[in-house]
Nanobody, 121 residues
Framework: QVQLLESGGGLVQAGGSLRLSCAPS????????VGWFRQAPGKEREFVAA????????YYADSAKGRFTISRDNAKNTVVLQMNSLKPEDTAVYYC??????????????WGQGTQVTVSS
């Protein structure tokens, strides 16, 4: 069992930036791909970005391309989602996940508890 701990959410004005971090509690990512999903109120959870285990391949939802960057440091056992040029529609609970890359997305085996991101207009 892998427990994922997110940090870095908060309130930011439109156009601002936030940096989300994720680390497994007590273990490593164990060779899994890692990524981020988000869920806005009244909407389904959606894929945002993912990184392969080695980190040489990254995948983004269209809504994240050009604004968000996912990176991982396996030596430090962390994955980071840098979010720039934030928009009010980015407001959601963001979940870290670990699993496998399937069809340019992430099929999670494990989820974090989520961190709230709120973008004010």
């Amino acid at each position: 069992q892998v427990q994922l701990l997110e940090s870095g959410g908060g309130l930011v004005q439109a156009g601002g930036s936030l940096r989300l971090s994720c680390a497994p509690s007590g273990r490593t990512f164990s060779g899994r791909a890692v990524g981020w999903f988000r869920q806005a109120p009244g909407k389904e959870r959606e894929f945002v970005a993912a990184s392969s285990w080695i980190g040489r391949s990254t995948y983004y939802a269209d809504s994240a391309k050009g604004r968000f960057t996912i990176s991982r440091d396996n030596a430090k056992n962390t994955v980071v989602l840098q979010m720039n040029s934030l928009k009010p529609e980015d407001t959601a609970v963001y979940y870290c996940a670990a699993g496998r890359i399937i069809v340019s997305s992430l099929q999670p085996d494990y989820w974090g508890q989520g961190t709230q991101v709120t973008v004010s207009s």
